[in-house]
């Protein structure tokens, strides 16, 4: 077996960070360390948290952090920074605030980066998750920054999705509508000490109800927090805790075939996109049809599926010999 997964299954932390930093810089040794930790995964319960800036996403999982430990469960921390590339996704605020767990064995806390192209964060984060799962963490949280498209797609590979929203924010539960309403397993109204909060739980509920679902569906809830006051936390658990239960009772291989499939969705598009990538630097791949796109001597769509056609084996199905 490969040097950093054997550290990484003995419980070394430090294999556990250079790994995930390799796979944030998308080395090409990452990929094979994956492969020796797959079978040593699917025993870690992914939670992704999501929410608009400034919602209290972190606070949150600082609190959470806290909770699980309590229980004495060992917690994986992913905090999900797309807009700092630069930094290498550190959030210095959520650093800080996290801190006071960073002497505890049990809690592993690491942030990931953008390093590439767009969905390149969906891949590295779910790829990050399988190494903790690999090391034996209990609980993985996932911590996104906004609620856009990449953002959805994290959460998507969690087990149970936690929304978070705030009181006040007409539009933002419109946006709630939009996007998040349907991958929310959880909804949490934090900042209940602000005025509107149960406003804010009614119309969560309400629009919730709207959405037609089996009877025998998990039906989300919506719970209230103060995460500067620890309150509400225990409810958090109580319900990632039944949501983890009925999974497990109704439909545990659905749920487990969609995340599967999910990230192997997300693997092909990676491996495709970096493909691409390095042809497109390559100039003996390359020159030809950029100097046929500058000369305007073809149309970009038609250069496009001319690209494919050549160095892409899409259309060498069975069938089509
Ligand atoms: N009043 C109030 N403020 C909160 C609460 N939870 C978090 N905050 C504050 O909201 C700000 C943003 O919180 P943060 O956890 O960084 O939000 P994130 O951007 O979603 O991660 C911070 O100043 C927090 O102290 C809460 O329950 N009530
Ligand atoms: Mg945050």
Do not use: C
């Amino acid at each position: 077996m490969s040097s950093l997964a054997s550290r990484i299954l003995k419980g070394d932390r430090r294999a556990v960070a250079r790994l995930i930093r390799d796979i944030d810089d998308r080395m090409p040794s990452a990929r094979e360390e994956l492969k020796a930790l797959y079978p040593h995964t699917g025993n870690a319960h992914i939670i992704g948290l999501t929410g608009a800036p400034g919602s209290g996403k972190s606070s949150l999982t600082d609190q959470l952090i806290a909770a699980f430990r309590q229980r004495g469960q060992t917690v994986g921390v992913l905090a999900v920074d797309p807009s700092s590339p630069f930094t290498g996704g550190a959030i210095l605020g959520d650093r800080i605030r996290m801190q006071q767990h960073t002497l505890d064995k049990g809690v592993f806390i690491r942030s990931m980066a953008t390093r590439g192209h767009l969905g390149g964060l969906t891949r590295s984060t779910r790829d990050a998750a399988r190494v903790l799962d690999a090391f034996g963490v209990d609980i993985i949280l996932i911590e996104t920054v906004g609620v856009g498209q990449d953002e959805v797609d994290i959460v998507k590979q969690a087990d149970t999705t936690l929304v978070i929203a705030v009181p006040g924010l007409g539009d933002e539960v419109q946006a709630i509508k939009a996007g998040v309403l349907e991958i929310g397993d959880i909804f949490v109204v934090n900042k209940s000490d602000l005025p509107g909060a149960r406003k804010a739980k009614r119309d969560l509920e309400m629009m919730l109800d709207l959405r037609p679902r089996p009877a025998d569906a998990w039906h989300p809830p919506v719970l209230q927090s103060i995460a500067t006051q620890s309150e509400g936390i225990e409810q958090i658990l109580t319900y990632t805790d039944k949501h983890v239960e009925h999974i497990r009772e109704h439909d545990g291989h659905k749920h487990k075939r969609e995340r599967l499939h999910e990230e192997f969705f997300v693997l092909l598009k990676g491996i495709l996109h970096d493909q691409l990538e390095s042809l497109l630097q390559s100039p003996t791949h390359s020159a030809s049809f950029f100097e046929a796109l500058e000369q305007e001597a073809q149309d970009p769509m038609t250069l496009a599926e001319q690209f494919i056609e050549r160095y892409v084996s899409f259309h060498h199905t069975p069938n089509q010999q």
